[in-house]
Antibody, heavy 121, light 108 residues
């Protein structure tokens, strides 16, 4: 059974940094691309970033490009999202999602339960 | 603003058929995938590719596409199908992914 467990969320002041982690189990991580998707309170889904199986292809939404960095450690079965220069509009539930293949073009076949990031002074 | 457009609210009588649509230029080149999200839960993939259902998704869910419009059809809607539905595909550049704004389905 695929399991994705996010961690690292919390309350952070504007301009500060936070690092999210996603622990993957139940499948071979290095066979699949992975993504971060977020959902602001009461709002829709927003794709944040995706990374191919070998980190050779990485993409970011325009809203986070230059501030967020996605990475993965296949040996540790883990996905990460380094978030810098956080803004109030980054407040959201952040989901880790498994891609259906090795490139990062979707679909998102499995999702974690999310970790909440709140940016506020 | 999203490059994929969905009607924000859709309703269907119990047992009837409903179509939820998603419009965008990129859909002329790429298939959409569809996700169901119930309150307080993570999204669940229901349709991907031309018309593929993941294991465990009832066959009353189907997908289709024509021109710049992708559609999710629920044939014989059940009370448990009441949820938010999101489409997803690549954007017009082909390099990024984008979601539609979501459609809230009410089963009457």
């Amino acid at each position: 059974e695929v399991q994705l467990v996010e961690s690292g969320g919390g309350l952070v002041q504007p301009g500060r940094s936070l690092r999210l982690s996603c622990a993957a189990s139940g499948f071979t991580l290095d066979d699949y691309a992975m993504h971060w998707v977020r959902q602001a309170p009461g709002k829709g889904l927003e794709w944040v970033s995706g990374i191919s199986w070998n980190s050779g292809s990485i993409g970011y939404a325009d809203s986070v490009k230059g501030r967020f960095t996605i990475s993965r450690d296949n040996a540790k079965n883990s996905l990460y999202l380094q978030m810098n220069s956080l803004r109030a509009e980054d407040t959201a539930l952040y989901y880790c999602a498994k891609d259906g293949g090795y490139s990062a073009y979707g679909p998102f076949t499995d999702w974690g339960q999310g970790t909440l990031v709140t940016v506020s002074s | 603003s999203s490059e994929l457009t969905q009607d924000p609210a859709v309703s269907v009588a119990l047992g009837q058929t409903v179509r939820i649509t998603c419009q965008g230029d990129s859909l002329r080149s790429y298939y959409a995938s569809w996700y169901q999200q119930k309150p307080g839960q993570a999204p669940v993939l229901v349709i991907y590719g031309k018309n593929n259902r993941p294991s465990g998704i009832p066959d009353r869910f189907s997908g289709s596409s024509s021109g710049n419009t992708a559609s999710l059809t629920i044939t014989g809607a059940q009370a448990e199908d009441e949820a938010d539905y999101y489409c997803n595909s690549r954007d017009s550049s082909g390099n990024h992914l984008v979601f539609g704004g979501g459609a809230k389905l009410t089963v009457l």
